[in-house]
């Protein structure tokens, strides 16, 4: 036994046609935004290197901490500690945008990027092997 299932509902063919559908599509102006966002990162970069805590940055305080963390307790600890400021910080930006979480996020990374022994890093990842 085979279930044939009723036939679809269609309007009939006969008669007078639907009235067609006109769509506008307007659109929208070129936007600035790729000026305004060149501006927003140097600005933000700027301040993050601005010297305005006695003469010490925002990326200069996040440096000398990792340093410290470094020196003291151990390399991992540091990087530990780097990677959660980075992953807070971007966070931030991602999801406000404001000016202020850009500047944070620019004193992040770069005081990751001017504190942290990369190359050791890096030596040993592909090696496994410390200096």
């Known amino acids: 036994m ?10 009939p063919a006969y008669g007078p ?5 006109v769509i506008v ?7 600035t935004r790729p000026r305004r966002r060149w501006l927003r990162n140097t600005t933000a970069v700027a301040a993050a290197l ?4 006695g003469g010490y940055s925002a990326a ?3 440096g000398t901490l990792l340093t410290t963390v470094r020196t003291e307790a151990s390399t991992p600890a540091a990087w530990v500690i ?3 400021v980075l992953g ?3 966070l931030l930006d991602h999801h406000r945008g404001t000016w202020l979480h850009r500047t944070l996020l620019a004193a992040a990374v770069l005081g990751v990027a001017l504190s942290m022994p990369w190359l050791t890093a890096l030596l040993y990842l592909m090696t496994g092997v410390t200096t």
């Open 88 to 90: 807070a910080t971007w």
């Open 2 to 11: 085979t279930l044939i299932p009723p036939p679809p509902n269609y309007p």
């Open 17 to 21: 046609a639907p009235e067609p559908t």
């Open 50 to 53: 601005a010297p305005v805590f």
């Open 82 to 84: 780097a990677a959660a």
């Open 25 to 31: 599509v307007t659109p929208d102006p070129p936007a």
């Open 60 to 62: 200069t305080a996040l």
